[in-house]
């Protein structure tokens, strides 16, 4: 019953319906995109897009002369995403079909250039609810993406934890539900930008009982960058 939804293959289709979203997880991505304080015109690149639960919302930001870029290893997921963006006509995606542990930087460079006019990668990177999903590879794929991103671009990433506090009752359904999306509910991937985001950027916000940590900051400006080299 669980294969499907681990490998987001098959069961992609229901995957918007039966992930919890309404009641627990769009509250996550609402407040971390909200914290990341993207402007009209950026690029950003959604890391594990999965059906494109946060376009909607990074689209909001954005506007119409901002791009995203979506990056998921399952065709399914992206099928469904792709279904997403076609519904609303919106011209600025690109989805890739990619292990993000195994991005080819260069060519997602030169495709966002292609689709949008613009060298130098992309002004943010979010990952919502799939870095703990990759596990052993989170590291790497997060690197990755991160090299994509312009000196002082926006870091985002939005995750599961067990509840806390007098919450922690329900930590059985939510290592339930993380077994289910094959996450490792133990990962904190939030950690990720703590440690690659300059020292005071970092801001976290934390909902659903402390089952949902958003963790948001900005890659150091591009003086730091010379310094550091
Ligand atoms: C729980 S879903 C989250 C999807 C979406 N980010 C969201 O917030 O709804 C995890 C997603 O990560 C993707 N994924 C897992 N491992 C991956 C990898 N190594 N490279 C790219 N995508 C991966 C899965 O295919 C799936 O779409």
Request: with cysteine.
């Amino acid at each position: 019953m669980t294969r499907p939804f681990r490998r987001y293959s098959a069961g992609a289709r229901w995957y918007d319906l039966l992930s919890g979203e309404r009641w627990v997880y769009r509250a996550g991505r609402v407040a971390g995109i909200g914290l990341m304080d993207l402007r009209p015109g950026d690029i950003v690149l959604d890391l594990g897009c999965g059906t494109g639960l946060n376009f909607p919302l990074v689209r909001a930001a954005v506007g119409e002369a901002g791009h995203i870029v979506g990056v998921d290893r399952s065709a399914d997921m992206l099928a469904v995403a792709q279904g997403r963006v076609r519904r609303e006509g919106w011209p600025n995606v690109t989805l890739i079909e990619a292990d993000a542990a195994e991005l080819d930087i260069v060519d997602v460079r030169e495709r966002v250039e292609a689709a949008t006019g613009r060298p130098g990668g992309v002004d943010g990177v979010l990952s919502t609810y799939a870095l703990s999903v990759m596990r052993g590879s989170a590291g790497e794929a997060w690197a990755r993406a991160v090299d994509l991103v312009r000196p002082d671009g926006a870091l985002g990433v939005v995750d599961m934890q067990p509840p806390t506090g007098r919450w922690r009752i329900l930590s059985p359904l939510a290592r339930l539900a993380c077994a289910f999306g094959g996450a490792d509910i133990q990962a904190r991937p939030w950690r990720f930008v703590a440690r690659d985001a300059a020292p005071g950027s970092v801001r976290e916000a934390v909902v659903r009982g402390g089952h949902i940590v958003a963790a948001v900051g900005r890659l150091p400006g591009p003086d730091a960058l010379t310094v550091r080299s």
